[in-house]
């Protein structure tokens, strides 16, 4: 399995678009791997607030950066159709000049479902139809003429030009943390990315694993991808991984046991910046 440790930065859409785009320049400048916002109508965490478009967002920050991985974490396929997701990642892949990490979901927050109107489906019809969508936008994210007959989605000789910068696709992040999406996982994933404990991560990898080898698959092909909230690992009795730098390490030590291997992170604090910043010079560039 691969044994090299990402490290990204998740934010939050709700900042004033300058302060985002001198947020996202910041991360950069540090050297951080990756940088992702999210996709929803309003922050699950607190509806209240502001909150910018995911897909749009993304296309403006990503042409006002130049090194740094840029996604969506994660893509919620109740809110597009497959194709125009397929062509906003291409479209996305040109404007970053390659370096869009394309992230899928089935979708998760009831709520905004419940708002706006758009159905959300049970959990089993939600993965049935994600796993149609994902075969869709692998198939025109590479540039193919597609014609599919799902029970979903039906696309006849569709194709979408031009192709992506990267080559065959932009690589798909998808997030999973129950066994059947797991499996598509296993099909598709670049990487795969998930939130949740040490013990909940490793049984999670240990079944994608399996996943993997049933349909003959190296499990190494796929990066294992941590999304972690500060305030949701302290409420389980972890460090916030923002307090020190020994903090930091200590999260990234445990999860690493487990066949973690990238680490995206909500944001720190201003306060925390400069624990950011040691994180930066000591870990990261270290270990690059």
């Not at 897909?55 to 893509?75: F, H, K, N, P, Q």
């Not at 991560?201 to 499990?219: H, S, T, V, Y």
């Not at 972890?238 to 200590?250: C, I, K, T, Y």
Request: hydrophobic share 40%.
């Amino acid at each position: 399995m691969t044994t090299a440790i990402r490290y990204g930065i998740c934010t939050d859409q709700s900042q004033p678009y300058r302060t985002l785009v001198d947020r996202w320049r910041y991360y950069e400048e540090l050297g951080f791997d990756s940088i992702w916002d999210c996709d929803h109508f309003n922050r699950p965490s607190n509806p209240s607030d502001p909150y910018f478009e995911g897909w749009t967002l993304l296309a403006a920050l990503a042409a006002e950066t130049d090194r740094i991985r840029v996604g969506v974490l994660v893509a919620s396929n109740t809110f597009r159709h497959p194709a125009l997701v397929a062509q906003q990642a291409i479209t996305i892949d040109h404007i970053s000049g390659g370096r869009l990490e394309l992230g899928l979901g089935a979708g998760w927050f009831e709520p905004e479902h419940e708002q706006f109107g758009i159905p959300l489906y049970d959990p089993p019809l939600r993965v049935a139809r994600f796993k149609e969508a994902v075969e869709v936008i692998d198939s025109l994210a590479r540039g193919r003429a597609t014609t599919y007959e799902g029970r979903y989605y039906q696309l006849r000789d569709a194709q979408l030009r031009p192709a992506p910068v990267q080559s065959p696709r932009p690589p798909l992040t998808l997030g999973a943390h129950r066994p059947r999406m797991l499996r598509i996982c296993a099909a598709y994933a670049d990487r795969w990315n998930s939130t949740g404990t040490v013990e909940e991560m490793a049984e999670r990898n240990r079944i994608l694993d399996e996943a993997c080898l049933e349909i003959g698959r190296d499990p190494g092909e796929i990066i294992r991808s941590l999304y972690g909230w500060a305030s949701a690992m302290e409420a389980g009795g972890l460090p916030n991984p923002w307090s020190s730098l020994d903090a930091f390490a200590e999260v990234v030590g445990m999860f690493s046991e487990v066949g973690v291997n990238e680490f995206i992170l909500d944001q720190p604090r201003p306060e925390q910046y400069g624990v950011a910043e040691s994180v930066a010079s000591e870990i990261i560039q270290a270990g690059n």
